[in-house]
Nanobody, 123 residues
Framework: QVQLVESGGGLVQAGGSLRLSCAASGRIFNNYAMGWFRQAPGKEREFVAALSRSGVFTYYPDSVKGRFTISRDNAKNTVYLQMNSLKPDDTAVYYC????????????????WGQGTQVTVSS
């Protein structure tokens, strides 16, 4: 009943920035905590960021902390991931996801997933 569609991926040089968007269908967007994950070829899916339903609390792994910022605009049914100081190791398909709490998002216990958007960081 909820569809998540990511956009904003692309090719960027190391040190550059990208802003990913995730548009959600339906009127229940504000009932969910939101998050971002990424998966590179041959690697496990990795948690990137989580945001509470209120938009107040965020959680990031050390690999992106200080470089990535998650935010949401409930009026637009959209969640964002601002990525700065990008590194080649950030290259992956990035997925938007939703769960009932940010802790479930961080644990990949998500109810809905997007189709993914490719981010490629060149050296």
């Amino acid at each position: 009943q909820v569809q998540l569609v990511e956009s904003g991926g692309g090719l960027v040089q190391a040190g550059g920035s990208l802003r990913l968007s995730c548009a959600a269908s339906g009127r229940i967007f504000n009932n969910y905590a939101m998050g971002w994950f990424r998966q590179a070829p041959g690697k496990e899916r990795e948690f990137v960021a989580a945001l509470s339903r209120s938009g107040v609390f965020t959680y990031y792994p050390d690999s992106v902390k200080g470089r990535f910022t998650i935010s949401r605009d409930n009026a637009k049914n959209t969640v964002y991931l601002q990525m700065n100081s990008l590194k080649p190791d950030d290259t992956a398909v990035y997925y938007c996801a939703a769960a009932t709490t940010q802790w479930k998002v961080a644990g990949a216990e998500c109810d809905y997933w997007g189709q993914g958007t490719q981010v490629t960081v060149s050296s």
